[in-house]
């Protein structure tokens, strides 16, 4: 995407305000390697438990641009220009709700959800736009393939087909889109009934590249 790629006057920068971690997830985390080149500290914003769990990757980039670590708040705290944003703590993840200050208007992002707590659904339902975790159909997705796999709640999220569909499916939310989908859901098969139920309960599925504007 052009408008993240660094100013043409030096190589050595990014027009990423800031990096937003729910967790400590090696997928989640590990892509902080990419900006190690860059000249100032890179600004991310995480939990003090994921803080703790990234030392090793702390230590990593010290040697190169280093990380200057910043507090989350269930507060809204600007992030840049007229962008906030807050945290909604989960049990094992945090989620994001975003706004923007102009005309507040509101996204939610929220992919790794092991429980539907009280305020989760309130932020889903007062939000514009929600990002949600749509890793696993089922519970026992992965152990279908690989016998003594970890169930989907297990790992943290919560399934689609009994566990947030109809949520979502109910919610007031104006736009909802099923995101961070491990390549065993079935709703990423274009023929598959799965995928037709999403999409008939009026949510989206996310794909490479999409772009929202908010």
Known sequence: MPRLQ????????????GVLLTNAD?????????????E?????????????????????????????????????QTL????????IELPRSIAFQFRDDSSG???LFAPSVGELTDELRNTVHGSDVVLFDGTFWSDGELAAIRPGARSARQMNHLPIGDGSLDF?????????????????NPILMPSSRE????????????RDGLEIVI
């Open 6 to 17: 660094p100013r043409r006057d030096s190589p050595r920068n990014t027009p990423v305000a």
């Open 26 to 38: 090696i997928d989640h985390a590990l892509g902080l390697l990419l900006f190690r080149e860059q």
């Open 40 to 76: 100032m500290p890179l600004v991310v914003y995480a939990a003090d438990e994921t803080r703790a769990a990234l030392a090793w990757l702390d230590g990593i980039l010290a040697r190169f641009c280093g990380i200057d670590w910043r507090k989350i708040s269930p507060e809204f």
């Open 80 to 87: 840049s220009g007229n962008v906030s944003f807050r945290a």
């Open 105 to 107: 208007t509101t996204a």
């Open 168 to 184: 979502l499916h109910q919610s007031p939310a104006g736009r909802k889109i099923y995101t961070h989908i491990n390549n065993t």
């Open 195 to 206: 995928r037709a139920h999403v999409k008939q309960s009026g949510i989206e599925i996310a």
